[in-house]
């Protein structure tokens, strides 16, 4: 791999002419942030990764702002050291695949270790001046974006290595108009763990330490090399070590080193380590945040952690995103490993099963290298929109819109999906309705019954876009298109011309 960190991967889109400095002042605070709608620019001309140099109501203006490094499907791709996106998930899938090829983490002393250059205890937190902030859109508080967060299983001591929002609360303004204490502000933050019931291991674990009686040890690793973080969002069966998994797919161990107040291990060349604790029947109301489908979160209920200890690399650099009505920065960051996780499980089963894309408004695509009559059964292509629900892992369960299509669909081209429903499709007899599955949390259309507002069942519908041959037809028209290579060598030809 050619970067071991963040900065590694920062020089890497630089040479490739797809990051730039940007020195425009822009307005980074609450309530008149320009930044969501930079976002949406940026998406909106499939533009490049920007270094923010110069920034407006910042609180710590000394340290530039990365913004959107993830934007397109070929950035993430760098990620695994590919430029062709179906080959990064091809790794991805493989390596999760194969626990052999897994690879521990190595430990480093602390000096040879760069988050620890600079130490800031327990007595001189003071998080307004210690972690930078900037804010987006119409949300409350600013938001941590850019970390991944580890904790131990209570019983087991095995680590959990996941991508979870934190909530700053300095300067934060509350869902129902009330105040964060000073104290809150100062050296608190929430944590976007859904525990009541368990929404993920974070939260696992941390109902598993209230049903002991025990606080539980938090790190926060901010803006770490990308490999971690894809790890991290890679829904891994619980118990496993998503640190091994990271080794995997870089080739060659993580550098890790302990940390100074608590027995948790951290990515040594992390640019910002913060260190804490949740604290026992703390739950703190947080919002309004934004979610990745596209809607304001009013509120929420999460549990509140103190830092007690901080440490940083010399000239440290900080990352900030928004979720946001889809496309955004770390959707395809997002969607990488849930496509990876999916063409892992299905090929496994199902060797007919060619790609899987998901669409950053997660609607999941499926090609498979067959149709017609080439189909190994009549029905094939339901039985692979069940074994999409019925996948191991976090995410297949919860794909709400899943589509079959066969090899001459590009599933990355959505008019071409809709060719095919509107060509391939009858809406009664290739659809399946599924009225108990699984719910994407933050779904706003599915009921919540939870205490915490998070949906926990959802409707799903799985289209079969495949050609229906046996199963009402013996033939099928022939498919009238010009092939990507006699595109490819006329637009050659005429390169110039107008």
Known sequence: MQFNDMRGYIDVLREEGLLHDLDIQLNVARET???????????????????????????MPEIPLLFNPYGTRQR???????????????????????QSTWIEPNVVTREDAPCKQNKIIEKDIDLAKQLPHAWFGKEGPSYITNAIVITKDPETGIPNTGCY????????????????????????????????PPGNHIGLHWAKAQEMGKPLEIAIAC??????????ATSLPFGLDE?????????????????????????????????GQFLPNRDITI???????????????????????ITHRDEPIWYSTMEMMPPFDHNYMAVLPIEGE???????KIPEVNDVVVTPNLSYFVQLSVDGAQKPHPEFGKYVLHAVWGASGRWGRTAKIVVVVGPDVNPYDLNEVEWAILTRVQPQSDTIINQSGQAF???????????????????????????????????????SNADQESVSAIAEKLKGSF
């Open 33 to 59: 942030s320009e930044l969501q709608a930079l976002m949406r620019h940026l998406h909106n001309e499939n533009g490049p990764a920007l270094m923010l140099n110069n920034l407006e109501g910042y609180n």
């Open 76 to 98: 993430t791709a760098m990620i695994l050291g590919e430029h062709d996106p179906l080959k990064a998930k091809a790794k991805h899938a493989n390596i999760l695949a194969d």
């Open 165 to 196: 929002r934190l909530t700053q609360l300095w300067n934060a303004s509350h869902p129902h108009g009330e105040i964060y204490s000073e104290e809150e502000q100062r050296r608190c933050l929430s944590i976007f763990a859904f525990w009541n």
């Open 223 to 232: 803006v770490v090399d990308p490999v971690i973080q894809l790890a991290g």
């Open 243 to 275: 640190m091994n998994f990271a080794g995997g797919l870089k080739g060659e161990a993580i550098d890790v080193v302990p940390c100074e107040t608590i027995d948790i291990e951290v990515p040594a060349r992390s640019e910002f380590i913060i260190e």
């Open 287 to 309: 919002g309004p945040h934004s979610n990745p489908i596209g809607y304001y979160d009013d509120e929420q209920l999460f549990p509140l952690m103190e830092v007690q200890c």
């Open 342 to 348: 999916l063409l892992s499980d299905l090929q496994t």
């Open 441 to 479: 949390l933050m779904d706003p259309s599915a009921p919540k019954d939870s205490s915490h507002g998070i949906a926990l069942q959802s409707e799903q519908m799985g289209i079969d876009a495949t050609i229906k041959v046996y199963e009402r037809f013996h033939s099928y028209p022939e498919y």
